[in-house]
């Protein structure tokens, strides 16, 4: 899945390891966010209602839309159209995402505590398994 699909769950602010300040910085109005992402502002407020996409609101209760925000409106798009999935789904799926990055970042916090305890204690320290998918094509001799 691409970036983030983290809409403030649950109406709290972006948090998370992803993003930068920059991308959580609301900085579009619906009409703006609706333009960047492709859609119609009803959309917008629609999806808003159902919790998939929580934009920060203004004091006078407008709503403004970070760059985060307007990637995930178009993720929903894509998993909307060319994937067939339905609202519900969505919803799921962003749910599940923001759970599984959350488990990830509770991991390196976990990870980075247990190292430097060990570090403390004067112990090897292990280097940090790499994530990375290395691809091995044996050359024909």
């Known amino acids: 899945m691409n970036e983030r699909l983290d809409p403030h769950a649950g109406g709290q602010p972006h948090s998370g390891s992803r993003g930068s300040a920059e991308s959580n910085a609301a900085l579009f109005a619906i009409s703006v966010a609706a333009e960047l992402a492709g859609m119609h502002a009803q959309t917008l407020r629609t999806y808003d209602r159902l ?35 339905n609202l519900a789904g969505i919803k799921r799926i962003i749910e599940l995402t923001n759970q599984v990055e959350a ?39």
Do not use: C, F, I
């Open 51 to 85: 919790g998939l996409v929580t934009p920060h609101r203004t004091t006078g209760g407008g709503r403004r839309y970070s760059e985060r925000d307007v990637e995930l409106l178009r993720e929903v798009q894509r998993l909307s159209q060319e994937e067939g999935v």
């Open 103 to 141: 488990l990830q970042s509770r991991l390196t916090e976990l990870m980075d505590e247990v190292a430097r305890l060990r570090q403390r204690r004067g112990e090897l320290v292990p280097l940090p398994r790499s994530q990375a998918l290395v691809v091995w094509k044996r050359r024909n001799q």
